[in-house]
């Protein structure tokens, strides 16, 4: 049927805004929209130049929905590369949705999520993990993810990709060349070359899945647990960082027995939070199941925040240290000693000195009364230890590029071992025509319905 194929979107979110934009995209879309656009001028939409934007009013049979704004693309220039067509209204429910309607009784149908950005893929407007990173971009709240984001739409990845795809084209001609002649036993490639190839390949592909570690911290916040024993201040603390009353907060040991977690930005960096049940000897069942959460959650993180009231005695932290450091391997351990508001100067030098050797990182602070706050998220950002990000920096953020590129990364390392074992060409080629394959997965020059499926289908509809 005609027009089945013209989708159309509210591009804006609902119910907020003054102005919302209604999209639409495919073939025959701006003939759809000139048959319910009256123009102010003489001429009609369909007669229109490309990229030009007209005012005018959208009727529904006799009557005026609104007064709008319509911009024109014409195929391929667009953001879809079919015909597009834009409709900016004001912002009423009412008037969106009425129009909405309209534009589907004259044979438009309704997005699905992320179709608009399929379709530009689908179009060669962009490769897949551009498209990917238009989610991203989307849902970047610090200005680190928005950077990689940003780095990935404008195609830094895709480059990097291709490169490797051409040098894995040569890579794997070499060797196939070779075995046309094979009978002449004659040999093109020199193997210490080709090992040499090989490694270089592998070093990049290496690099590239290494990346995902700073990539995914970034994206998804570094994850930070504040832990320690009950009644330390732990929620107090994660109050004052998100700036909200997230976490309930009493002088009752044992009030928080779940994990409580959110997301903040300091200095450009995201950080998420994880608020835990305080650490004690009990006989609640509840209790002891979220005690165990702790400990899980220590491992999860990237940086724990041991939260201890400063009066607490050097034997009690002692005693904790015996639990907690044996859960501490690759995370960044801090002390941190609260209510300094409670204690003397001199109190506070003999807490300086204890456990200095296990955990050098410690700090002094108040979080009921917002002391010290400042230089414990300095120094959370020092203990992040993400690397500056240059606008030229590839980083992989995408769990999913991430497992191709570690699929890639086997079969440049089984090419390398084929080499070292003399193998012939067909074995060699076949690995590296493998390499490619995943490649191909992140750009989506290989991709299944399924895969396609999956990506789009967590867009927001409208884009
Ligand atoms: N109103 C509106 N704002 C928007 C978008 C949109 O689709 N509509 N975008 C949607 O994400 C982003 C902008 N991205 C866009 C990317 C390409 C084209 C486009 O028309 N490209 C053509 C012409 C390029 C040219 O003139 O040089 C092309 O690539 O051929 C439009 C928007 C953000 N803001
Ligand atoms: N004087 C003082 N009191 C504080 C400070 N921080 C927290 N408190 C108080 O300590 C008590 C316990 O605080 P919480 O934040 O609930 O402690 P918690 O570590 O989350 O406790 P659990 O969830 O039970 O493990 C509350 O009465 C807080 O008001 C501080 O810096 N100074
Ligand atoms: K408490
Ligand atoms: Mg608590």
């Not at 009609?44 to 130049?49: D, N, S």
């Not at 970047?140 to 739409?153: D, G, I, Y």
Request: proline share 2%; glycine share 8%; with cysteine.
């Amino acid at each position: 049927m005609q027009g089945n194929n013209i989708i159309a979107a509210i591009s804006t979110p609902a119910g907020v805004g003054g102005i919302a934009i209604i999209r639409l995209s495919g073939e025959g879309c701006i003939r759809l929209a000139g048959s319910v656009f009256k123009p102010y001028g003489n001429k009609m939409l369909g007669e229109q130049k490309a990229n030009t934007i007209h005012f005018g009013s959208i009727m529904k049979d006799d009557t005026v929905l609104d007064e709008v704004l319509i911009s024109l693309f014409k195929a391929p220039h667009s953001f879809t590369g079919e015909d597009v067509v834009e409709i900016s209204c004001h912002g009423s429910v009412y008037i969106q949705q009425n129009i909405l309607q309209l534009l589907i009784s004259k044979g438009a149908r309704l997005a699905q999520p992320g179709e608009f950005t399929q379709r530009a893929f689908l179009n060669g407007k962009m490769d897949l993990s551009q498209a990917e990173s238009v989610a991203d971009l989307i849902a970047s709240s610090s200005a680190a993810a928005h950077r990689l984001a940003m780095n990935q739409m404008r195609g830094g990845f895709s480059n990097k990709l291709i490169e490797l795809r051409t040098e894995l084209l040569n890579f794997a001609s070499l060797i196939e060349l070779e075995l046309d002649f094979s009978e002449e036993d004659v040999e093109f490639a020199n193997r210490e070359r080709l090992k040499e190839a090989a490694y270089d390949i592998e070093l990049h592909i290496s690099k590239l899945a290494e990346s995902f570690e700073v990539g995914n911290a970034v994206k998804n916040g570094i994850p930070v647990a504040i832990i320690g024993e009950t009644n330390a201040g732990k929620s107090t603390l994660l109050n004052l960082l998100l700036h909200e009353e997230k976490a309930i907060v009493s002088d009752i040991h044992g009030t928080t027995r779940d994990v409580i977690e959110d997301t903040i930005n300091i200095q450009g960096l995201a950080f998420r939070l994880i608020d835990t049940a305080g650490i004690r000897d009990t006989t609640d069942e509840i209790e002891s199941l979220g005690i165990e959460r702790t400990f899980k959650k220590i491992e999860q993180a990237n940086i724990i925040l041991w939260i201890t009231d400063v009066g607490t005695t050097d034997e009690h932290i002692r005693d904790l240290a015996e639990k907690i450091l044996p859960a501490v391997k690759n995370q960044k351990l801090i002390l941190v000693f609260n209510k300094v508001d409670m204690i003397s100067a001199e109190r506070k030098e003999n807490k300086e000195r204890l456990l200095r050797e296990e955990i050098p990182d410690r700090i002094f602070i108040s979080a009921k009364y917002e002391q010290g706050t400042n230089d414990l998220e300095s120094l959370l950002v020092k203990a992040a230890d993400i690397p500056e990000i240059g606008e030229q920096d590839v980083i992989v953020t995408n769990m999913r590029h991430y497992a191709a590129l570690e699929n890639a990364l086997s079969a440049i390392r089984r090419v390398g071992e084929g080499l070292d074992l003399h193998l012939s060409g067909d074995f060699l080629s076949q690995d590296i025509r493998e390499c490619m394959h995943y490649l191909g997965e992140i750009t989506g020059q290989i991709s299944t319905d399924d895969i396609l499926g999956n990506i789009f289908s967590k867009f927001c509809i409208g884009k």
